[in-house]
């Protein structure tokens, strides 16, 4: 092999070595940058579940003070439904005044914080995930299956059941006809007042472990 073909044999193989050095270093760039932007979504999915975990743990503290509570609301509804007549008793007529007003005070107090209050309408249809039937009421005008009355309310903290509403219900020999059915409240989730941004949850099922 003559002298003068070494040179151009030795810059072919640096160039092809060359090439494939680069080739070699762009594909474990790529593999990089593919790893590095999987690391980022798993970092950012971990802040956010650790965000929304904060927020429901805020939330849902108040969940075993709300259920004590209920007796109160509950004591304060009989109340009322009880109240005496008052006449021209004015010092009747002030106290039965001021139960209306502490029961609207503490209504209020418990929507502001996120605690709804759940007394369906008579005929509305009944819905397993909010209420709980007591008795069926036989030969009612409601249709089969549709709220009677209400025994005692229900409440939902945040969309998730603290306590499910107590109802009769109409028995399946109820009138199917001449009868506006009530659709049944959504089961959604109401908005976290806790919560840096709004969150969601899942609700449906009654939680008692608070």
Do not use: C
């Amino acid at each position: 092999m003559p002298e003068d073909d070494k040179p151009d044999e030795a810059d072919a193989f640096l160039a092809q070595a060359s090439e494939a050095e680069i080739i070699a270093l762009q594909a474990e760039t790529a593999a990089l940058k593919e790893q590095l932007l999987r690391y980022a979504a798993e970092a950012e999915n971990t802040k956010r579940r650790a965000e929304r975990e904060a927020n429901d743990a805020r939330a849902y503290a108040i969940q075993k003070f709300a259920r004590d509570l209920l007796e109160v609301a509950d004591n304060l509804s009989r109340a009322l439904a009880h109240e005496p007549a008052a006449g021209d008793d004015a010092a009747v007529k002030n106290f039965v005044l001021g139960v209306e007003m502490t029961e609207k005070a503490l209504l209020g107090a418990f929507e502001r914080n996120g605690l709804k209050r759940l007394a369906p309408l008579r005929g509305e249809k009944f819905d397993p995930h909010q209420h709980q039937a007591m008795a069926e009421v036989p030969g009612s005008d409601v249709a089969a299956g549709g709220v009677v009355d209400v025994m005692q309310p229900g409440y939902e903290l945040l969309g998730r059941l603290v306590r499910p509403a107590m109802v009769t219900v109409a028995a399946k020999d109820s009138a199917q006809s001449g009868t506006t059915e009530a659709m049944a409240k959504p089961n959604g989730a109401g908005a976290n007042p806790y919560a840096a941004e709004d969150e969601t949850d899942p609700g449906g099922s009654v939680d008692r472990r608070a």
